[in-house]
């Protein structure tokens, strides 16, 4: 009843529908006659938010590095770095793991500044300072070279300095792609070990037999079998993750033999036979 009244304004017509079937003898004939629902501002998780806030600047910002920086979604990585971000009292190993799973990556590192991800850089904006600051444009330029830090504000010389006023230059750490957005800095790290090679393959592998499985239109229940012809790293990479392909893609029996096909899986031909089990 309370979804209704809320919908109503927006979506008039099926909030009726709804309202009309649930409602009692006593009430309003109509959802647009009802009053709309108050709000309860104590029903407010104010440190929930704050922590989400938090989670999905991070989630942005890892998926923006992956884009850019042409990291597949399906292939971990060993860890997410974190600065300028407030946790919002909520636990670090709650965030954390909503993190991990967004962005298929194995730790995430909370820490104190951006200057463990990257070489940070100051330079003053002569397009917007030049006439802010007139005769006293080279002392703020020298003294914004000096800056340590930058959170989006601060003063010198007596003029407010804006995040338009200062040019930013973040050289990441070796082994490191960085983004940025305002105050939060996000590095991921793209050094691949061997595990994360072959976990990534894995991932590959179930997600070329699931699309294998919806193009012969198998009810989502089907338990199937699999036969695999691939190269020595591929199968290494499968036997490690066994348990986790034929879960996801319902094998009651995967088998692998040595050989190849004409399915590319990052750079391995792999020939794929699928069947109802």
């Known amino acids: 009843m309370q979804l209704s009244k809320v919908a109503a304004p927006f979506t008039p017509f099926i909030a009726e529908e ?3 079937n649930l409602r009692g003898a006593s009430d309003p004939e109509s959802v647009h006659l009802c009053d709309f629902p108050a709000s309860d501002a104590a029903a407010r998780d104010l440190p929930l938010e704050k922590a989400m806030d938090a989670v999905q600047a991070a989630v942005k910002l ?10 597949k979604v399906r292939q971990p990585l ?3 770095k974190i600065a300028g971000l407030e ?8 965030l954390a793991a909503l993190i991990l799973d967004e962005l298929n990556v194995k730790r995430v590192d909370w ?3 951006e200057t463990q991800l990257c070489d940070v850089s100051f330079k003053a904006n002569f397009k917007t ?10 002392a703020v330029a020298a003294a914004i070279a000096q800056l340590k830090t930058f959170a989006g504000t601060c003063e010198i010389e007596g003029f407010a300095l804006t995040a338009d006023d200062v040019i930013v230059t973040r050289q990441p750490k070796a082994g490191m792609v960085v983004a940025s957005e305002g105050a939060v800095v996000v590095g991921l790290e793209t050094a691949l070990t061997p595990e994360l ?3 990534g393959l894995a991932r590959e592998f179930v997600s070329h037999v699931q699309n294998l499985r ?3 239109d198998f009810e989502v229940t089907q338990r199937i079998r699999v036969a695999v012809s691939c190269d020595a790293e591929m199968k290494a990479a499968l036997e490690a993750h066994r348990a986790y392909a034929a879960g996801e893609i319902l094998a009651d029996e995967l088998v692998l033999a040595d050989g190849a096909g004409d399915v590319d899986l990052n750079g391995h031909k792999t020939g794929i036979k699928v069947e109802k089990a």
Do not use: F, H, P, T
């Open 87 to 94: 946790q919002g009292g909520k636990d670090e190993a709650e």
């Open 214 to 216: 919806k193009q012969a």
């Open 62 to 71: 890892g998926r923006q590095l992956r884009v850019d920086n042409d990291l």
């Open 78 to 80: 060993s860890a997410i």
């Open 197 to 199: 090679v072959a976990e």
């Open 111 to 113: 820490v104190a500044d």
């Open 129 to 138: 300072l030049g006439k802010k600051c007139g005769g006293k444009m080279k």
């Open 18 to 20: 709804i309202y009309r």
